[in-house]
């Protein structure tokens, strides 16, 4: 065999002190720390127990899940409808075109997220852009309540989540050969025929990457909820942020954390389960 | 002859500013090997995606089978198309890529089934079904994308240069079978290919393209020993191109024309003091002193070029214009560079494939 393979892989070893340190030490903390008990006053008793496990399941706490995962679907459902159709316009215009529309969608990322959703309360509060608009057209009388509400949480997570959807998909459809969907159509499939049964199993990977990548993190941003959604719109976020830092119940904090972490590990599952991908290496 | 199957009546197309067809027409008749025979960018592949509907023409009408379908799309038309790069559905195992027309129609499974494995054996890879695409080599691909497009019964076939990817041997070996295949089943090949080779070995008729041109349509041995453009004959065989013009017209029917300080035959017609394009074909000029044509070429031997079967000799014409002869290789006596010798022709083989006055 080549002995070179065998040896110690030294250019790795910053990478792995760095995964241990801040990777594999932190998330060995929180799960830790979800079995301790919460302490009277301030941080936690070194005591084992199950409470915080126990406590999840109560009504209050199942809400915010449905409630997480609902807009987590909505989400990824409503970006793939938007992804898709223009990812693949996208990689139909001539070479020049595409590579402006591309950077076109990558330039808020210059911009901070949260800045950006600032943007979107100026646009739906009620003396906002959209309202004023709509009245001076005489559309309407009284503002419309389009702010603090779960469409608006759901607007801003579409629009903050959107290209990596773009990105995903484009990525697959720009990689499909072109005869693949003509040979279809010579060989007898209608439009629509030939994008179910061609496009769309060819570009599979780019679906399924685009997904994980948009479905992922909606589950646990909180800010766009905080912000948009007012006080009423509870995510699991939103959850883990007010245990830790309001509530300031760690243990609690730590099982939700612990939670999530599962469940997303369950959404990497299935889209390996789908892609037939081993890796992630569809989405990377 | 047969009836005609699919005829393209004055086919205009422009891509952008460049016009890649203009004013092509033909006819194709029923069962018949139609070659496309032309240099890279001459149109050849864009009448073809126009037969198929893959592109539509700016004017000009599609007929097949009597029908006019230049606005149908591709799924509608009764032809189906073997893609240079194959396109097999690399997602789809063979069998699945085969029966992918079939089952658009509808047809019951057990009759998919049976006229997979009926193709599998025509393309001669039984017990193919299985594999995907990416495990077959190049020439089980072509012949799986040879099947996905026969089993729908085409009134015609297209073949875009579909073995432009295979190496030599396995080009020779696959245009025997797709000749055959296509005589066995009596479907209307229209076949595409730069290499003349190729066309000259498989068709019926070939048709010579150049920008966006139909220049000649005929058989193989019309369009190789009667060229009528210049472009055809250089484009297909190598030819001698000769500036002549003529001397006088011949009881015969031959011209006599002055050529290069010396005299030559060529069959045609024309008027004393026309000057005239010749092509003959360099194995179509013999040595010798005394021609039974009544003319010989006076020239000197300037050098050889041995290449096993064939001995190319060039040779200098008294005016400093050269002349090539191919002749048999082997052990025949040749002469030495720089003897003088005489050539001459059949007059027939030298074909007049310009006009003054005509481009």
Not at chain 1, 158 to 171: D, G, R
Not at chain 2, 94 to 112: D, H, M, Q, S
């Amino acid at each position: 065999m080549n002995k070179r393979q065998n040896r110690f892989p030294v250019a790795a070893v910053p990478f792995l002190l760095w995964t241990v340190v801040f990777v594999a030490v932190p998330l060995l903390y929180i799960l830790c720390m979800s079995f301790l008990k919460r302490a009277q006053t301030w941080g936690v008793v070194a005591e084992f127990s199950l409470d915080s496990y126990a406590r999840m399941f109560t009504p209050t706490y199942l809400k915010v899940y449905a409630q997480s995962m609902w807009l987590a679907v909505l989400t990824t459902l409503f970006t793939l409808l938007i992804g898709y159709p223009f990812s693949y316009f996208v990689s139909r215009l001539p070479e020049r075109r595409r590579s402006l529309v591309l950077l076109l969608v990558v330039v808020p990322f210059w911009t901070n997220s949260l800045v950006r959703i600032y943007g979107w309360m100026i646009l739906l509060r009620s003396q906002g852009v959209i309202n004023t608009l709509l009245i001076a057209l005489g559309v309407i009388d009284t503002p419309l309540k389009l702010l603090y509400n779960f469409g608006a949480v759901l607007v801003g997570m579409i629009y903050a989540l959107l290209p990596f959807m773009i990105l995903s998909t484009y990525s697959a459809i720009e990689k499909l050969d072109p005869s693949l969907v003509e040979a279809a159509r010579d060989l007898g499939a209608g439009r629509w025929r030939a994008f179910w049964t061609v496009t769309v199993p060819m570009t599979r990977a780019g679906i399924m990457a685009g997904c994980v990548l948009v479905f992922i993190p909606s589950v646990g941003l909180f800010f766009i909820s905080d912000l948009l959604g007012g006080a009423k719109t509870m995510l699991l976020g939103n959850l883990i942020k007010n245990e830790l830092l309001t509530a300031r119940d760690w243990p609690m904090g730590a099982a939700l954390s612990v939670v999530m972490m599962v469940m997303t590990l369950l959404v990497i599952g299935i889209y390996q389960k789908c892609s037939g991908e081993r890796g992630l290496e569809g989405i990377l | 002859m047969a009836e005609t199957i699919l005829s393209l009546q004055n086919i205009h197309k422009t891509f952008g500013t460049a016009e890649a067809l203009s004013g092509v027409s033909l006819e194709v008749e029923q069962g018949e090997f139609l070659t496309l025979l032309g240099p890279s960018g001459c149109g050849k592949t864009t009448t073809l995606r126009i037969i198929a509907g893959l592109e539509s023409p700016d004017s000009g009408r599609v007929l097949l089978q009597g029908q006019d379908v230049t606005d149908w799309e591709p799924n509608r038309r009764n032809v189906n198309t073997v893609f240079q790069s194959y396109a097999l559905f690399p997602h789809m195992n063979v069998a699945k890529n085969i029966g992918y027309g079939l089952r658009l129609k509808k047809t019951p499974k057990p009759e998919i089934s049976r006229r997979v494995e009926e193709m599998l054996e025509l393309v001669q890879l039984p017990g193919y079904g299985g594999r995907m695409p990416n495990q077959l080599s190049g020439g089980q691909r072509q012949r799986v994308a040879i099947a996905r497009a026969i089993v729908n019964d085409p009134a015609v076939l297209l073949l875009d240069e579909p073995l432009g990817a295979l190496d030599l041997q396995l080009r020779r070996q696959m245009q025997t079978e797709l000749k055959a295949l296509q005589k066995d089943l009596g479907i209307t090949f229209i076949y595409i290919t730069h290499d003349q080779e190729e066309a000259l070995n498989m068709s019926d008729r070939i048709g010579i393209m150049n920008a966006g041109k139909i220049l000649q349509l005929g058989t193989p041995d019309d369009v190789y020993e009667r060229p009528q453009t210049r472009f055809a004959a250089e484009f297909i065989g190598q030819s001698n191109i000769l500036h002549a013009s003529v001397e006088q017209v011949c009881a015969d029917g031959t011209l006599l024309l002055s050529f290069a300080g010396g005299r030559v035959k060529a069959a045609g017609t024309g008027h004393p003091g026309e000057k005239l394009v010749l092509s003959v074909r360099t194995e179509r000029v013999r040595f010798g002193a005394e021609s039974q044509y009544g003319f010989a070429l006076p020239g000197t031997v300037k050098a050889h070029s041995y290449t096993g079967g064939m001995l190319r000799t060039t040779l200098l014409l008294p005016d400093g214009q050269e002349l090539t002869v191919n002749g048999m290789g082997g052990g025949h006596s040749r002469a030495g560079v720089g003897e003088s010798v005489q050539v001459y022709w059949n007059p027939a083989c030298a074909v007049i494939v310009e006009r003054e006055g005509t481009p």
